[in-house]
T-cell receptor
Framework: AQSVTQPDIHITVSEGASLELRCNYSYGATPYLFWYVQSPGQGLQLLLKYFSGDTLVQGIKGFEAEFKRSQSSFNLRKPSVHWSDAAEYFCAVGRNTGTASKLTFGTGTRLQVTL | DTGVSQNPRHKITKRGQNVTFRCDPISEHNRLYWYRQTLGQGPEFLTYFQNEAQLEKSRLLSDRFSAERPKGSFSTLEIQRTEQGDSAMYLC?????????????FGPGTRLTVT
């Protein structure tokens, strides 16, 4: 069965510093990979997605992620964090069960930004 | 595009009572998903509709849970005889079919508290 591991439960960075959130997946085939962000009281918003092709994908809000098949990783990065980036971030893998396109999420990483 | 809406946003109920939640998806989307998110966890897939047909249900969805999408537009999720373990955030998402079905747009969720 597919699974997603986000090893960091909580990360604190200073505003303006760079950010990398880790995500490792387990999936038998070529995965579809996603990063979502959830702000307090809000639903999940899609930041970026990887289906195939270029392993470095660009998303919204200045985020990017790199798919590394050899490491089963899909880490999220941002060169300079803004205070408004404080939120919870979820990595997800998509799987087609034949009837549904199901997303399996990691447990999330909470990002705190200090001024 | 008004996004995915969910009502109510919060529900407090006593154990043993029945509750019903509503989800209004993005109007062009024919796929609708329900997820459950407990504290400290990522969302977990519950069930999925394509138009009015419920095509898949998770083992997480016990017999006390029922979901409908009568006209292929809005959906309801009912929990009968609620238990304290049902306390969670219930998220609804919608998408286009095909490969785009992995790009799921989430509503703000309904937070259920069972006392």
């Amino acid at each position: 069965a597919q699974s997603v591991t986000q090893p960091d439960i909580h990360i604190t960075v200073s505003e303006g510093a760079s950010l990398e959130l880790r995500c490792n997946y387990s999936y038998g085939a070529t995965p579809y990979l996603f990063w979502y962000v959830q702000s307090p009281g809000q639903g999940l918003q899609l930041l970026l997605k990887y289906f195939s092709g270029d392993t470095l994908v660009q998303g919204i809000k200045g985020f990017e992620a790199e798919f590394k098949r050899s490491q089963s990783s899909f880490n999220l990065r941002k060169p300079s964090v803004h205070w408004s980036d404080a939120a919870e971030y979820f990595c997800a893998v998509g799987r087609n069960t034949g009837t549904a396109s199901k997303l399996t999420f990691g447990t999330g990483t909470r990002l705190q930004v200090t001024l | 595009d008004t996004g995915v809406s969910q009502n109510p946003r919060h529900k407090i109920t006593k154990r043993g009572q029945n509750v019903t939640f509503r989800c209004d998806p993005i109007s062009e989307h024919n796929r609708l998903y329900w997820y459950r998110q407990t504290l400290g966890q990522g969302p977990e897939f519950l069930t999925y509709f394509q138009n009015e047909a419920q095509l898949e249900k998770s083992r997480l969805l016990s017999d006390r849970f029922s979901a409908e999408r009568p006209k292929g537009s809005f959906s309801t999720l009912e929990i009968q005889r609620t238990e304290q373990g049902d306390s969670a955030m219930y998220l609804c998402a919608s998408s286009f079919p095909g490969r785009l079905s992995y790009e799921q747009y989430f509503g703000p969720g309904t937070r259920l508290t069972v006392t």
